[in-house]
């Protein structure tokens, strides 16, 4: 291929990227690099082709090319390269190559060989449920992995499952002054077995909902009162949401509560809980 065939190709394919038509875009970027790998500007065509990729969600090809876009990448400079190439090595199973990739952007990893489980503080995640869009809080393992910690109420969806995320916040959350950023869902990763279940509880207190919800949290399951959920608007959840305790407040009386537990140990974690003066339970149910 000649360079003034090149510029040619070139133009069509930011043409097409501005077009967002990926595939096109990122094969046209591909037939220029076979013939000029190398070039000045090719760390640019290398990245974009892998992120066309990354955007049509062909991990194989967003790590294949994301290698050669992070391997023309400056390290420790929060290059986006060894991001994208940290996310398509993670989904790929690849763990040395995205630890060193995590390393490359500048992200320190935690000790040792194989698949990463650091403690990398909190996040939500906006979970891509086909329309659904129900943000949950995770524990983050990695800098794109997290364990969701609350308990969906989607259809399929459970508490403790791992989710891979994107890297740019979609929203903000705000829990008690600590600012949080929402990410958007890139895949679920590991399924959790854990089914999630609903039960009508009486308590006297908010104290013993709170009893109750902690009970289940000291054996790794999952609760969460009704009265905990948000229902927001698309334009709500996509920016910034201020809540505390305060405006989530657990309440006496009788009301649902969600749970995530084999159905057997729910119901002896709720009797056990109910034995307490001024508390009951009916109806557990398994949900969808």
């Not at 650091?118 to 906006?126: E, I, K, M, Q």
Request: net charge negative.
């Amino acid at each position: 291929m000649e360079k003034s065939e090149a510029k040619q190709v070139l133009e069509r394919a930011r043409q097409a990227w501005e077009a967002e038509e990926w595939l096109r875009s990122a094969e046209l970027y591909e037939q220029v690099l076979a013939h000029y790998p190398d070039e000045g500007p090719s760390a640019v065509w290398w990245y974009d082709a892998a992120l066309a990729y990354k955007f049509l969600r062909n991990w194989a090809k967003a790590y294949e090319l994301g290698c050669q876009a992070a391997a023309r990448a400056p390290r420790g400079a929060q290059d986006p390269a060894f991001w994208n190439l940290g996310v398509a090595a993670t989904i790929q199973h690849d763990w040395a190559t995205a630890r060193d990739a995590w390393e490359g952007f500048g992200i320190p990893m935690p000790q040792g060989e194989g698949e990463i489980h650091g403690s990398f503080g909190v996040a939500c995640v906006r979970l891509d449920t086909g329309g659904e869009r129900e943000v949950v809080w995770i524990q983050r393992l990695c800098p794109t992995r997290g364990r969701v910690v609350s308990v969906p109420v989607t259809d399929g969806r459970r508490f403790g499952e791992i989710v891979v995320h994107d890297g740019e916040p979609t929203g903000e959350r705000t829990f008690n002054g600590q600012q949080v950023a929402v990410f958007d869902e890139l895949l679920l990763f590991e399924a959790s077995e854990l089914p999630t279940l609903r039960v009508s509880v009486n308590a006297a207190q908010a104290s013993d909902v709170k009893a109750l919800v902690d009970s289940f949290f000291a054996r790794d399951f999952g609760a969460e009162p009704a009265s905990s959920f948000h229902v927001l608007c698309a334009c709500c959840s996509e920016g910034r949401v201020d809540w505390d305790e305060a405006s989530t407040p657990a309440h006496g009386g009788s009301q649902k509560v969600w749970l995530a537990a084999p159905q057997a140990e729910a119901r002896v974690l709720l009797d056990t809980w109910a034995m307490a003066e001024g508390r009951s339970w009916s109806g557990l149910e398994l949900m969808g």
